[in-house]
């Protein structure tokens, strides 16, 4: 029942008016001194407009030495930081949303160039990319006090909490995973660490949380049965919620792509359930209202990712059964974020929340291309107020998404296909199947691709050699390895997400596909394209998007 996730909830001294969170997510919109820019501001409040409970910004750096992991990113690290942080909070409190922080230290999980040019410092010399320096009881004793010291600047900068980041790798949760902390002294207990943080921001009296990985996917570091065992003392401690996310190092990490099950560690969540004794929230590809329902079961407040950054409405419109734009959790413009900012392949605004609102339009316009751009496009001129044909030469609409062979792809990306379909009734866009119409004048935009996906090969009996960067040829794997011999070099995958790439290897081996280092011996068929450009379902929606933005009667 829906209203599970309008029951109002105490953490810690805060009120949250509903149990749907936003989950912390760096977008590299921040300014490179670590302030929240009018940008950042912007992308916060509409997910706060969307109607969401609480929002916990992204990982937020401690120090200006040695603790940021993007560069963009937020950072709490100096007093002169608060008057900037407090338009933040203020906006966000008017919009009716409570807001935490989360604060970070990257430990090994950084580069020297992100830290201003330092050595990256860990619990064990065991560097992750760049080479760690092995922390001193002076360095531990220095980072809790900026822990702390970070806290006490949030509460004056108007945030309700702060949330500690433990888990992903980041330096708390490698004190505390046995997998990267080889000390020998009394912080060999890593948790030592995380209680004296948490009982130094108690003293300020400030809400403070934290997350965790319920699982590292990894024999060494830490499983279901170690978390519960961590939350025990951290409760002790007087941690106020506990956030259960997943992932250290990867290849399988926090945000699960299509590959994966949606409640993505439900499973290992449950196995503990009854060992937590504070408020719980839970992460993890919860995608549509089932979902959202489902993890309510065993959480007391549900956290969504990147559903919101795919929709900033996602709340409102499940609650007023409005369609919803789905994350198709393609990982593709939303992750690699250390230098770059934060952009969805499905919601082109993402990121771009400071433009002004769309200009109206009146009077009818012709749209052809019943693909994602052209849906795109037919959806912002009907919002703007055109009245709008859409002209589709198949029976079908869904362009080259009609071409995908990987079923998977088939299951999560035809979930944006239905959004269009319900969205484009919603608005009134008429639509024309098996209709074309000559594109030639003022009141008509031509909205088809220009680059081209190739079409599925027709093969039986033969030796067949991937070694392309082609997302279509990844997919065409699939269908091919069941009348042919399939080869596919490790290096096409490489342009993939790191989990999507392990998962889809996975998936691909299953169903008989060869991967190999390098191409030797003879094939039949090679496809060998190597490309950096090719088309997407990013580009295409973002080009509708501008398509139906600047479009003018003339
Ligand atoms: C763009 C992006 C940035 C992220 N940054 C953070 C972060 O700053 N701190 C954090 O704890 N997790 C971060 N994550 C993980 C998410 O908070 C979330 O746990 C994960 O995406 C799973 O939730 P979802 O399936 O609802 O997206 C990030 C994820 C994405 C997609
Ligand atoms: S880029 Fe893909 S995975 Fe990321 S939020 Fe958008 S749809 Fe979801």
Known sequence: MISYLLEPIKIGDINLKNRIAMSPMISNLGSPEGYPTDAYIAYLSERA???????????????????????????????????????????IHALGSKI????????RKTKRDVIWGNTPIAPSPMPLTDEVREMNLNDIRRIKEEFISASIRARRSGFDGVELHGAHGYLLAQFMSPAVNRRND????????????????????????????????????????????????????????????????????????????????????????????VPLFIVGSIMNLHDALKAREVADVVVLGRSLLADPYWMKKALTNEPIRPCIRCNQSCRGMVYREVRCDVNPELGWEILPPMERGKGEVEVVGGGVMGMEAARVLAKRGFSVTLYEREDKLGGQFLLFKDP??????????????????????????RSEVNCNNGKCIYAVPEQHSPEPPE????????????????????????????????????????????????????????FVQKATGSFDVVFNEKVRDQPTIGKSIQRGYWLGRTFSLR
Request: glycine share 8%.
């Open 459 to 514: 093969l039986k009996g033969k030796r067949i050699l991937i070694d392309s960067t082609l997302y279509a040829y990844h997919d065409y794997a699939f269908y091919l390895a069941k009348d042919n011999e399939v080869y596919m070099t490790e290096d096409s995958l490489s342009i993939l997400d790191r989990t999507r790439q392990f998962l889809l290897k996975e998936n691909l081996k299953e169903v008989g596909v060869n």
């Open 186 to 277: 009394e912080y060999k207990d890593g948790v030592k660490l995380v209680e004296e943080i948490v009982q130094g921001i108690k003293e300020s009296k400030m809400t403070v949380g934290i997350r965790l990985s319920v699982t590292e996917f990894d024999d060494l570091g830490l499983h279901p049965e170690d978390v519960a065992e961590i939350v025990k003392r951290l409760e002790k401690a007087g941690i106020d919620y506990v956030h259960l996310s997943a992932g250290r190092d990867g290849p399988m990490n926090s945000s699960m792509p299509f590959y994966y099950k949606h409640l993505s560690f439900l499973e290992e969540i449950e196995s503990i359930r009854d060992k937590i004794h």
């Open 100 to 107: 935490f922080v989360q604060l970070v230290h990257a430990g």
């Open 408 to 433: 998977w792809k088939i299951n999560e990306f035809n979930s944006i296909v239905d959004f269009y379909k319900n969205e484009l009734e919603r608005l009134g866009v008429e639509i024309k199947l």
């Open 49 to 91: 407009k969307g109607g969401v409970g609480l929002i916990i910004t992204e990982y937020t750096y401690i120090n200006k030495l040695d603790s940021r992991g993007s560069v963009n990113e937020l950072g709490l690290y100096s007093d002169e930081l608060t008057p900037k942080f407090m338009r933040l909070t203020e906006m």
